[in-house]
Nanobody
Framework: QVQLVESGGGVVETGGSLRLACAVP????????LGWFRRAPGKEREFVAA????????TYAESVSGRFTISKDIAKNTLYLQANSLNLEDTGVYYC??????????????????????WGQGTQVTVSS
C-alpha cells in the first residue's frame, strides 16, 4: 500500500472546471491501476473514472462521461482528473485510489472500490449555482 495525496479541489460555479491531482509516491507508479471515486453529501462513495496500469484502458461513470478526463503523468508520478462542465451533482469529496499490478497481470481499469488497496484522504469539490 502507498499513501496517496489529492489536491486541486475547491469551490467552482456551475459550468466551471477543476483539475484534480493525486500524487503517488514510490518507484512503481507505472505499475499501478488508478481510479477516482467520490462521495456526495449523504450518499455512498461512487466510482468516477479509472485507468489501467498500462494506460491503454480508461473508463468513466455514465454521469461524468464526456465531461471528465482521467490521465496520468509517469514522469511526475501523478494521476489527474480534469473535470469540465461541472454541475451541482458533482459536489463531493473526491478520492484517488491505486492498486499495484504485477507485470504478468492483464491490463484492466477497475471500477469497484474493493479492487483498490491504497486511498488518499480526499479533496473537497463544491459546485455552486
Amino acid at each position: 500500500q502507498v499513501q496517496l495525496v489529492e489536491s486541486g479541489g475547491g469551490v467552482v460555479e456551475t459550468g466551471g472546471s477543476l483539475r484534480l491531482a493525486c500524487a503517488v509516491p514510490g518507484d512503481y507508479f507505472s505499475r499501478y491501476a488508478l481510479g477516482w471515486f467520490r462521495r456526495a453529501p449523504g450518499k455512498e462513495r461512487e466510482f468516477v473514472a479509472a485507468v489501467s496500469w498500462r494506460g491503454n484502458i480508461k473508463t468513466y461513470a455514465e454521469s461524468v462521461s464526456g465531461r471528465f478526463t482521467i490521465s496520468k503523468d509517469i514522469a511526475k508520478n501523478t494521476l489527474y482528473l480534469q473535470a469540465n462542465s461541472l454541475n451541482l451533482e458533482d459536489t463531493g469529496v473526491y478520492y484517488c485510489a491505486a492498486v499495484y499490478r504485477a507485470p504478468e497481470t492483464g491490463d484492466f481499469a477497475y471500477t469497484r472500490s474493493f479492487d483498490y488497496n491504497s486511498w488518499g484522504q480526499g479533496t473537497q469539490v463544491t459546485v455552486s449555482s
